[in-house]
């Protein structure tokens, strides 16, 4: 447990990523899964309508749902939710709902119910707390009103591969700018409570409130570090990315382009980016796709509200490991352009 994994007889290979609290592999892991029941594994190129339709309508799809189920599974059955979410058969079934048509609303998939759970089972912070009085209900943090730009440069990723060939990606972010504003050993600590959900008039019983924030409770985030092995098992690509919550788009976009596609793993990160996550497709502002917007609104009924071109600040890394002819590892490295990074070998 802990970690999310998925196998695939046509990508044919395994990927690790983050667990809930973050919904960002849960995100991956269900976009790849519809995007390989919708062939998308034939289209051969990142920058086709075809591909962009598809790939923004399973990020709309996983949004809606990650929305409802992802939360500290300390406090509600997030894990077995999101079993059932990346169930062959639910994917099968979301994937068959993605038509010639973009969704005019993105509908929910099989959520179920929320149910709470004693943290005390799963939380080592929170059995503390037994015998103490009991806790207050849980409450819905309030939508921050407007965001900060310095805000989007606050994350980071680290991607090592060492000379024994273990591996590492890992994601870091104090959420907004200067975290909380306070340093303890001289890291600073993470502002993190706008990450738990905005206030919701639906019922409990839908599992809106399974992000409402609580003491000791931990609120979901958008990180999606990954490490991806091939059909022998061996190492392939280990990955991650800042960027908010467009993050898991990201991911799936390089593993499509790089492992899927063939493209070189910095032309991979490189290429354009689109995601679902508000609910309504988006593409990046000033890249290859944003002239595709008229003709994907003409091709496949999507509005003005139901897409737009906005900017989508990716801040990818990651090592690609390939082989020579006599079977040797070779590591290629890779920094997304969009941000200062860099990639080293030594």
């Known amino acids: 447990q802990g970690v999310s994994s998925a196998a695939s007889d046509v990508y044919k290979r395994q990927i690790y990523t ?3 609290p973050s919904f960002g592999g849960f995100v991956t892991l269900y976009s790849l899964g519809i995007l390989e029941r ?3 594994q034939d289209e051969k190129a990142l920058d086709t309508p075809r591909f962009v339709y598809y790939a923004a309508e399973a990020s709309r799809l996983a949004n809606v749902d990650r ?11 997030v894990n077995a939710r999101a079993s059932v979410l990346l169930s062959e058969a639910e994917l099968d079934r979301r ?3 993605i038509g010639d048509k973009a969704f ?3 509908p929910a998939g099989n959520i179920g119910n929320f149910v709470a759970a004693d943290p005390a089972l799963y939380d080592t912070m929170a ?4 015998g103490r009085a009991a806790a207050p209900a849980t409450r819905l943090a309030q939508a921050r009103p407007t965001a900060r730009d310095e805000d989007w440069n606050t994350t980071s990723n680290v991607a090592v591969v060492d000379g024994y060939g273990n591996a590492l990606s890992m994601t870091t972010t104090i959420n907004t700018h200067w975290g909380a504003h306070m340093e303890a050993a001289g890291i600073m600590l993470n502002d993190v409570m706008s990450n738990f959900s905005a206030g919701s008039s639906a019922p409990p019983s839908t599992g809106s409130d399974v992000n409402g924030y609580q003491g000791t409770k931990r609120p979901r985030t958008s990180i999606a570090p990954a490490i991806a092995f091939d059909a022998e098992g061996r190492l392939r690509l280990v990955w991650g990315s800042a960027g908010g919550g467009p993050i898991p788009d990201y991911i799936f976009k390089s593993f499509m382009g790089h492992v899927v596609y063939g493209l070189d793993l910095q032309a991979a990160i490189n290429a354009p980016n689109f995601t679902g996550q508000n609910g309504v497709a988006e593409l990046e502002a000033g890249s290859a796709l944003a002239p595709l917007a008229d003709s994907l609104r003409a091709s496949y009924g999507y509005d003005t509200d139901t897409l737009r071109v906005t900017g989508l600040l ?6 690609a490991v390939t082989r020579d002819a006599n ?3 070779v590591y290629s490295g890779a920094a997304d352009n969009r941000r200062s990074g860099a990639a080293f070998g030594y």
């Open 18 to 20: 983050q667990p809930a």
């Open 38 to 40: 919708k062939k998308l």
């Open 67 to 77: 929305r409802a189920v992802i939360g500290d599974p300390a406090w509600s059955n």
């Open 95 to 97: 994937a068959a709902q």
């Open 104 to 106: 005019d609303t993105a």
């Open 127 to 130: 059995a503390l707390d037994k």
């Open 314 to 319: 990716s801040g990818l890394s990651g090592i």
């Open 327 to 329: 079977g040797r590892a």
